[in-house]
Each structure stands twice: as structure tokens, then as C-alpha cells.
């Protein structure tokens, strides 16, 4: 029947059976079209019209419950089976054209649900342990770690993970650390290592929330130290060594009492001090912050400050008889404060792009002045024992020499 069909193409349509088996299906109610089981009609040869006879049109127009059945004759089923094996092949032809593509976003969206069904079973068991006190989280622990260090070349790394970095240098000849952590996961492993010359906090990232230190170091017993942190407070005071790299994201930045001959220090997002600082190399970089110096003794310096001002306060230059110092602000004022006496020279270099320079320094000769841009020279520069040239710049602010 007409509505098996519409059935059998419907269901095709919504993927409860596939091309051949509808084509089977076609076929077989074909067949069973043909059979003597349904009461089909067979119009009767037209004869001429006479008193005894009928119109055929006139009498199925005139009343339907007249129409004459031939019970056990079948209507000719050639024509539909011709078009159900047509179909047949059609579909298999479809199919096979559509098989490829239908494969690869079956793959792609099992994939997605995959993807989305693991996310949602995550967040789901992890709302579950927060709120269900059955099954226990990890939560916050305090660890406790000595390690003593041996004389010679030594490295020393620590970072910190969402936490307060706290690295203090004493006169001793071990590393007493306390590590604050929230691990992701039972048993996760941290520990404070040495491998060879290298002593560090060894732990993986993906196993933790959280992990912050305060440690005291041996002030002087590493060539090389490393420490960072990230969404937390750095506070790095009392050390020496020759190498020193400290860096800092999402967080105030706090630098005591160091010396170094090379300083590398990198923040962005909270404000950078800077506090009685000796290094023959510094690079010095604040990126939205504000930048607080004092006395940071340096010979060969570049303080960089981006969307926030400089404030640099000098009593005196100690260390050294050459200082070359660049220092750029943006969008902030630069400000610095500097000492005067007969043995010191300034070369004073000054650009504020869309800003004013007030020089405020005695005894200079000016070579250009004007409102945007200056160079100067202390009258008896050449003949200072300690000389210091200064490459300021600044953009959308006040540049102020004291």
C-alpha cells in the first residue's frame, strides 16, 4: 500500500534503516501490491452506448457506491515495481556517493559530543566532591623541606603557582623551605631536589592549584638563581650571585638587598620595588605596573615601564665610575631624583613625546632645551671621576630630573 511505502521511505529518511534495506522493502511490498489479497480495480472496456448499457464516468460521477469490483482480478503491479527497483538502485548509488561523507561527520561530531559529555563529567564529579563530604578533595597542605648545599657552582630554581614566592638569603649552608600547596589530586608529588649542582622545587603544574614558598637560602653559595611566580606576591631579598633572573606575573613585585652582575627581572599586572639593588648588568621590565627604585646601583642599566610611572631615588653611585642608564616610561611619569656633588657628571639625554621636561639639576650646560626634548652636560663632565649618562624618555606624562 501506498502508506507502507511512505512509511518504509520515512523510516529511511530517519536513519532507522539503511538504503538497501529500504530498497528490499520496496521490492517486497511490490510484490505484495500484485498479489490476489488486495481488491484492485480493472476499468471495463468502453462499449457503445445503448439502452441497456452504461456510461462508466457518468455513473462513478453520479454515485461512488456504485463502482463495479472484479473480485480475485489484480491491477497490473509492473509499473510500481519497475519504480520501487529503480529506487532500489538509486538509494544504493546514494549511499554508496554518501557513505564517505556521512563517515566523517559521524567522526566529527562524535568527537565533539565526546569532548563536550567529558567536560560536562568533569565539572559534574567536581561540584560532586565539593559539595558531597563522602568523597574526600584534596585540600590545602603544608610541607616542610631542608636540604643542605654543597660549595662549589651551584643553581638554584624555584617557581611558585598561584601563591606567595617568599625567598630570603641567610648565613648558612641549607635551604629551609615551607611549601603551601593545593594539589589537584591525592598523593600528587612535590619535593625540594638536588640533581647534580642544580637544587629546585620539583613538581608538576597540571597536578596542582596552587603551591607557594617561604624559603630561606644560603645568601651566597649559588651562581645562578631563578625564581618566579605567578598570581602571587615575589619577595627576593638578601642574595648574591652572578646571575639572578626574577620574574613575576599578576603580582607585586619586591627585590631587597641583591647583588648581582647580571639582573634580569620581568613583571606585568602589579607594581615592581626595587630596593638597595648593586648590579653591573640590569634589564628591569614592568608591564602595566608602576616601577619603584632606590638606590639600585647599577652600571649598565634599562628600566622599562609600560602604562605606569618610574620613580627612581638615588643617594649616591658606590660601585662604579661608569653608568649608562635608559629608562622609558609610558603612559606614566618618569620621575627621578639624583644626587649632586663636585665629583659626579651628568649627560643628560630627555624625550617626553606628548609630555614637558623639568630639569632641576645644577651646574649643567645646555646644549638644547626645549619643552619636549633637552640635552644637557654637568659643566665639568669630562674631568668627573664618576660619570653618568642618562637616556630618558617618556610618552603621555611629566619627565622630572631633581
Aim: proline letters at 4%.
Amino acid at each position: 500500500m501506498p502508506n507502507e511505502k511512505l512509511m518504509i521511505l520515512k523510516m529511511l529518511e530517519e536513519g532507522k534503516i539503511s538504503a538497501k534495506e529500504a530498497g528490499r522493502l520496496l521490492e517486497a511490498a511490490g510484490r505484495e501490491d500484485s498479489g490476489p489479497s488486495y481488491h484492485s480495480y480493472t476499468a471495463p472496456p468502453k462499449q457503445p452506448a445503448s439502452s441497456g448499457s452504461y456510461s462508466s464516468s457518468a455513473s462513478y460521477a453520479g454515485n461512488a457506491n456504485n463502482r463495479p469490483y472484479d473480485e480475485g482480478v489484480s491491477r497490473p503491479a509492473a509499473g510500481l515495481d519497475s519504480f520501487a527497483g529503480d529506487l532500489s538502485r538509486k538509494f544504493d548509488v546514494f549511499a554508496r556517493d554518501l557513505e564517505p561523507k556521512l563517515q566523517r561527520f559521524s567522526e566529527t561530531v562524535v568527537e565533539k559530543t565526546a569532548d563536550i559529555a567529558d567536560r560536562i563529567s568533569r565539572s559534574i564529579e567536581d561540584s560532586r566532591r565539593s559539595a558531597s563530604p563522602s568523597v574526600p578533595r584534596p585540600d590545602g597542605q603544608e610541607k616542610r623541606f631542608e636540604l643542605f648545599v654543597t660549595p662549589g657552582y651551584n643553581e638554584l630554581n624555584i617557581a611558585g603557582l598561584n601563591g606567595d614566592v617568599l625567598i630570603h638569603g641567610y648565613n648558612g649552608d641549607k635551604i629551609s623551605a615551607s611549601v603551601f600547596c593545593k594539589p589537584r589530586r591525592l598523593n600528587a608529588p612535590l619535593s625540594l631536589m638536588r640533581l647534580g649542582n642544580k637544587y629546585f622545587l620539583n613538581y608538576d603544574d597540571d597536578d596542582f592549584d596552587k603551591v607557594a614558598v617561604d624559603a630561606y637560602v644560603p645568601e651566597s653559595m649559588f651562581n645562578v638563581i631563578s625564581v618566579n611566580t605567578i598570581n602571587g606576591l615575589l619577595d627576593v631579598s638578601t642574595l648574591s650571585a652572578e646571575n639572578m633572573s626574577l620574574n613575576n606575573s599578576n603580582g607585586q613585585t619586591k627585590l631587597q638587598s641583591l647583588a648581582a652582575d647580571f639582573l634580569k627581572t620581568e613583571c606585568n599586572n602589579g607594581r615592581l620595588n626595587i630596593g638597595i639593588v648593586k648590579a653591573r648588568n640590569a634589564r628591569v621590565e614592568n608591564f602595566n605596573g608602576a616601577i619603584d627604585v632606590l638606590d639600585l646601583d647599577s652600571s649598565n642599566l634599562k628600566l622599562t615601564s609600560v602604562n605606569g610611572g618610574i620613580v627612581v631615588n638615588m643617594s649616591q653611585y658606590a660601585s662604579f665610575s661608569d653608568y649608562l642608564w635608559d629608562i622609558e616610561s609610558s603612559n606614566g611619569k618618569l620621575t627621578l631624583n639624583l644626587p649632586t656633588y663636585p665629583e659626579l657628571g651628568y649627560h643628560v639625554k630627555a624625550h617626553a613625546s606628548l609630555g614637558q621636561i623639568r630639569v632641576g639639576l645644577t651646574n649643567l650646560n645646555y646644549l638644547f632645551n626645549s619643552s619636549s626634548l633637552t640635552e644637557a652636560k654637568s659643566i665639568n663632565f669630562d674631568h668627573c671621576p664618576k660619570k653618568v649618562k642618562l637616556a630618558l624618555e617618556t610618552s603621555n606624562a611629566t619627565l622630572q630630573i631633581n
